[in-house]
DNA sequence: CCCGAACCTGAGCAAGCGCTTAGGCGGTGT
DNA sequence: ACACCGCCTAAGCGCTTGCTCAGGTTCGGG
């Protein structure tokens, strides 16, 4: 059975990428950084898991580097888009927030290797490339901190300290990229339905949203 | 049991490491683990901050890898204890709760060169030292899971899912390993503090505790 | 005064690294 | 027919890596 392959949508994340070797290269290159990290990876290694020479691999990218620069900034561009996603809807703040964490956190779990990558290599990346990285982080972080604030603003929350726990909520997220296991028990759905109101208790929300009836 | 020898305690956390060059090459060793990760950092680089010549330190050390698991090994060891002197008090299981991640979250934003080493350098241990290490850090979750057990036993704590709330309280603490920065803005007192709070509103406990009167 | 143990260095080895180069192969336009 | 171009490989270059080893220095005890 040969693979009929699907080059664009949400379900196959490197479609954008083109050339199709570049593509699979740069799998390969998730794949290895994220088992084994940046600077324990060869780009032999590389090359080999895409089935190619190691020289093929300079046709395509110009440096080792350059291959996760493009690795981190798709990585971010998509996670990024998944928040500001939900943080754009209209409705409560405390359903933006916890659609927010829940599809933040689903991406974490379900693309744990890419954001693996994505999360804790930061600085193998060079000066320019990093700073670059950063910035679309400070989005992030303003997303999050935007839907807080409005929450408190409108009374629906209590925060005492915002961007403090605007820092621990997205921190809880990330982290999740660093323990989840396919292999284990949560599946990526189980664990954003968690974290999601384990987050509305952190910012005091007055009454869980969804549900509208029952209150025990 | 052996005469535990303390040169100096909590305060010089590397006391017990024995001959001082070796205290130097391991002091050494966790700042340039902690700057550019494991793999990145060389021999030579690690012997050159303590001021000695390369081949010094594979007589202290028989390996790159075990000077690394001694970090891994005595910082994990640190940082249970840590938690385990909070958990064994007496009293409320909020108030212990409280006082363990404030503890654990302090070490970690004080001690944040050894954390990132302890917490970000596991794969990079050989088999047995893994696996060694892996049984300390289920150690901490047994611990943080009996206190929140406890609470939702006395009726103090509401929990739905005690496994998965034992796991995102660690993963929140560890995190802070990767973000908190000793030029920040925060100590890391202020971070323990804002993290009990936010800790103690994750497990649903009843009534805050300390600060009997005071708001705002 | 010398001895042996503990500690450290200069020089360097084999292996592996990121990356380059010269060239081959297959399809397309003319 | 043939030149061209995109894609790929075999071979290997220059360098760095973890680690070794013969030899030197320091120092307490005899």
Redesign the pocket.
């Known amino acids: 059975m040969s693979a009929a392959e699907e080059t664009t949508g949400e379900d196959a994340p490197w479609g954008e990428v083109t050339?199709e070797?570049a593509r699979r290269l740069l799998v390969a290159a998730v794949d290895a950084f994220a088992e084994r990290g940046y600077h324990a990876?060869?780009?032999?290694d590389i090359?080999g898991r895409a089935?190619?020479?190691?020289?093929?691999l300079?046709?395509?990218y110009?440096?080792?580097?350059e291959l996760l620069h493009r690795i981190s900034k798709l990585g971010h561009e998509r996670a990024l888009s998944v928040l500001e996603a939900e943080a754009d809807r209209e409705g409560a703040a405390a359903d933006r927030l916890a659609g927010a964490v829940r599809s933040f956190v689903r991406w974490h779990a379900e693309r744990h290797t890419t954001a693996r990558v994505v999360q804790y290599e930061l600085d193998a990346l060079g000066e320019e490339h990093r700073t670059e990285i950063v910035a679309l982080r400070r989005r992030s972080d303003a997303v999050v901190r935007r839907i807080i604030g409005e929450g408190v603003r409108d009374g629906e929350f209590d925060v005492p300290d915002v961007p403090g726990t605007t820092l621990a909520v997205l921190s809880l997220c990330i982290d999740v990229a660093r323990w989840f296991n396919a292999r284990g028990s949560r599946t990526p759905d189980e664990v954003g339905e968690l974290y999601a109101g384990l987050v509305l208790r952190m910012v005091g929300a007055r009454r869980p949203p969804r549900e509208p009836g029952a209150a025990r």
């Open positions: 050339p070797a990876t060869t780009t032999r090359a089935g190619m020479s190691p020289a093929a300079y046709i395509h110009k440096t080792k580097e």
